[in-house]
């Protein structure tokens, strides 16, 4: 089945590290972008950017360079969202997204989400 | 950076009801359009992408129109699981969702 699976709901303190997961299943994962998108607590949805998992290029919104890094591994098809140092600020449902269908590039296919809370 | 205004930000209708839902771009997006329902507790769902075409498994109760910086999606006759958040997205210049349309039930 063509899925994206992402890891569980994380709480963490302010300053803490975190890595969140998105691991596909039923699709070729290097011929399509993973797109990580945000939805904080009573909010719209936020395009963060997006990682090609054939060269682990990635591209970040405005508001979110320099805050997040994305990356992946191709040996076991798993896209990876990371902070270095949670702010409160950071507390949101985070889902991964990506182009696998048949709707000419657009995120047809979507994690389930990762709510991450921050707080001390 | 494109910015996606969509309107009117709450639709209260009925089952039954037709709902058309705006978005206007600050700039040309060509067709470079789409539009997703969120339901709580949901991930989005790809209605419509390029501006008009449905997506795969889309009701065709669900159509979308316009170009260049004015764009609607029009639901023909709404029905119980259609009430939820809608947002527009462009990917014309980089990737933008507006600000999201609530269709709630009057």
């Known amino acids: 089945e063509v899925q994206l699976v992402q890891s569980g709901a994380e709480v963490r303190k302010p300053g803490e590290s975190l890595k969140i997961s998105c691991k596909a299943f039923?699709?070729?994962?290097?011929?399509?972008?993973i797109a990580w998108v945000r939805q904080m607590p009573g909010k719209g949805l936020e395009w963060m950017g997006i990682?090609?998992?054939?060269?682990?290029?990635?591209r970040y919104s405005p508001s979110f360079q320099g805050q997040v890094t994305f990356s992946a591994d191709k040996s076991i098809t798993t896209a990876y969202l990371q902070w270095i140092s949670l702010k409160a600020s950071d507390t949101a449902m985070y889902f991964c997204?990506?182009?696998?269908?048949?709707?000419?590039?657009?995120?047809?296919?979507w994690g389930q989400g990762t709510l991450i809370t921050v707080s001390s | 950076e494109v910015v996606l205004t969509q309107s009117p930000a709450t639709l209260s209708l009925s089952p039954g009801d037709r709902a058309t839902l705006t978005c206007r771009a600050s700039q040309s997006v060509s067709n470079y359009l789409a539009w997703y329902q969120l339901k709580p507790g949901q991930a989005p769902r790809l209605l419509i992408y390029n501006a008009s075409n449905r997506a795969t498994g889309i009701p065709a109760r669900f159509s979308g129109s316009g170009s260049g910086t004015d764009f609607s999606l029009t639901i023909s006759s709404l029905e119980p699981e259609d009430f939820a958040m809608y947002y527009c997205q462009q990917r014309g210049n980089w990737w933008t969702f507006g600000q999201g349309t609530k269709v709630e039930i009057k």
């Open positions: 997204a990506s182009p696998a269908g048949y709707s000419d590039g657009w995120p047809d296919l």
């Open positions: 039923g699709f070729t994962f290097t011929n399509y972008y």
């Open positions: 990682i090609y998992p054939g060269d682990s290029s990635a």
